[in-house]
């Protein structure tokens, strides 16, 4: 049934290809939510007035894409909400941790990209740390400030005692608790991912971690595969002595996504 105007919606349109095409992000692949947000953000930069960027074909053919901002509007922080963003977002990029995975291109010109989306969504957090605090310690009762905003963040890259790959936390916000213990709750953004896009390998320690995490009956269920999806891994690694020491010794976790 087709809402009422000022209604919340309850399901999304299935928008006409002309629409799409119109503002070059008919893309046939997309299923219904990646449809509208990919035109939303085509006419987000349209009203901004932001290049058009482009898409590289499997063919070798390159195409212009409306919810791609072009390099040259890239590198003027047209992904970013603001420029203080665009210029924490440039700062973070520099200065990340020793074999993180930011991907320049996309976190500057893909408007679809969770990435881009992670800075604008909580740089502004780093500035001014009472806004996280106001928004967790609704979900956190014992949390009492942010200390420390991180990006991009594992706290063992490849660290066997982690989950000995390389998964990283898109963020992660240290905190205090109201007896002074540290905790932090660690955060997995997603936009327009359908979590049903391949699984990674399941490795030997995201067994072990899921047998140990206490969190399943049966840990080996196959119901719960999809829990190795890249969400379900950064998860399980909150499990990980390697995690918690990373806080403290009496430590809070947290996950948000």
């Known amino acids: 049934m087709a809402p009422e105007y000022g209604k919340p919606l309850h ?96 976190l500057a010109t893909n408007l679809l990209s969770s990435m881009p989306l992670t800075f604008n969504l909580l740089a502004p957090w780093g500035q001014a740390p009472e806004r996280a605090s106001s928004y967790l310690i609704e979900l956190l009762p014992a949390f009492t400030g942010a200390r420390q905003l991180l990006f991009e963040h594992s706290p063992g890259r490849g660290n066997p005692k982690f989950t000995g790959d390389y998964t990283a936390f898109d963020a992660l916000i240290r905190y205090s608790d109201g007896q002074g213990r540290n905790g932090f709750a660690a955060f997995e953004i997603k936009y327009s991912e359908s979590m049903r896009e391949p699984m990674p390998e399941l490795k030997p320690r995201h067994v072990d971690l899921s047998d140990a995490s206490g969190l399943y009956v049966d840990p080996a269920a196959a119901p719960l595969r999809p829990i190795h ?7 399980l690694g909150l499990q990980s002595p390697q995690s918690r020491r990373s806080a403290s010794s009496s430590s809070r976790c947290a996950w948000c996504s």
Do not use: M
Request: no cysteine.
């Open 11 to 106: 399901q999304l349109p299935l928008i006409p290809a002309d629409v799409l095409k119109k503002h070059h992000v008919n893309e046939p692949l997309d299923p219904r939510f990646r449809a509208a947000a990919r035109l939303l953000q085509a006419l987000w930069r349209e009203e901004r007035g932001l290049p058009i960027g482009s898409h590289l074909g499997e063919d070798g053919k390159r195409r212009k894409l409306g919810s791609r901002i072009s390099q040259a509007g890239g590198k003027g922080g047209g992904n970013f909400l603001t420029p203080e963003i665009a210029h924490i977002a440039r700062r973070e990029s520099a200065y990340r941790e020793i074999g993180a995975l930011i991907d320049a291109e996309r």
């Open 229 to 235: 999806q890249n969400a379900g891994i950064k998860h």
